[in-house]
């Protein structure tokens, strides 16, 4: 079984700072992973993934995160925060293996200062 | 980019009316799938299909029922709707790899 624990159900920034959301998984099984936006009255849109390969993957907007398998991370990060960040993030996370459903934290929203 | 469509957007219904909210997408994904998010909640997996005349229930209990027929259209349906059924209910595919699209969702309130 997998589970997600995202620290923090807020966070607040100011433009131009870095932005750190963070991600503990839970996994039996080698993960995959993944971090989603939600815009209000939307569904989510995919940031970024982590299946296989290099540890620090790039999404879109300037997001990054990285898997670290020793403290079960997958925090996403982006250098410098814009206003268009403010959203709601979800963090999620599936086996590698047999069924394919995802299971998600329960969210930060980030507010940015102007 | 994968185009998938929810209607209604919003929906607000008296309680006891049947109600079926539509998810198309054509992408030609086999599997999809329906969330239940009330706000500022996580997302539940409610019900999810792995192609055609395939559907299984989620790791959260629902009175809602779905159908698969074709591969693009799983349409989600409450016989009866009450209060306890207010919420957003989001449906998303995918082709594999896990990685899942989702679409707008459906704003449910019953009064």
């Known amino acids: 079984a997998q589970s997600v624990t995202q620290l923090g159900s807020h966070v607040s920034v100011s433009e131009g700072a870095l932005v750190l959301l963070r991600c503990n998984y839970s996994?039996?099984?080698?993960?995959?992973l993944f971090w989603y936006v939600q815009y209000p009255n939307q569904g989510l849109q995919l940031l970024l993934k982590?299946?296989?390969?290099?540890?620090l993957v790039k999404g879109i907007n300037g997001f990054e995160a990285e898997f670290k398998k020793s403290e079960t991370s997958f925090h996403l990060t982006k250098p410098s925060a814009h206003m268009s960040d403010a959203a709601e993030y979800f963090c999620?996370?599936?086996?590698?293996?047999?069924?394919?459903?995802?299971?998600f934290g329960t969210g930060t929203r980030l507010t940015i200062i102007p | 980019e994968a185009d998938i469509y929810q209607t209604p957007r919003y929906l607000v219904i008296g309680t006891g009316k049947k109600i079926t909210l539509e998810c198309s997408q054509t992408m030609g994904h086999d599997k999809m799938y329906w969330y239940q998010q009330d706000p500022g909640m996580e997302l539940h997996l409610i019900h999810y299909?792995?192609?055609?005349?395939?559907?299984e229930k989620g790791d959260l209990s629902s009175e809602s029922t779905v159908s698969r027929i074709r591969t693009e259209h799983f349409p989600l349906t409450l016989e009866s709707a009450r209060p306890s059924h207010t919420s957003q209910y989001l449906c998303?595919?995918?082709?594999?790899?896990?990685?899942?699209?989702f679409g707008p969702g459906t704003r449910l309130t019953v009064t």
């Open positions: 299909s792995y192609g055609v005349n395939s559907t």
């Open positions: 999620a996370v599936s086996a590698n293996f047999g069924n394919e459903k995802l299971t």
């Open positions: 998303a595919s995918s082709a594999g790899l896990r990685e899942q699209y």
């Open positions: 982590y299946t296989t390969g290099a540890t």
């Open positions: 996994s039996s099984v080698p993960p995959y």
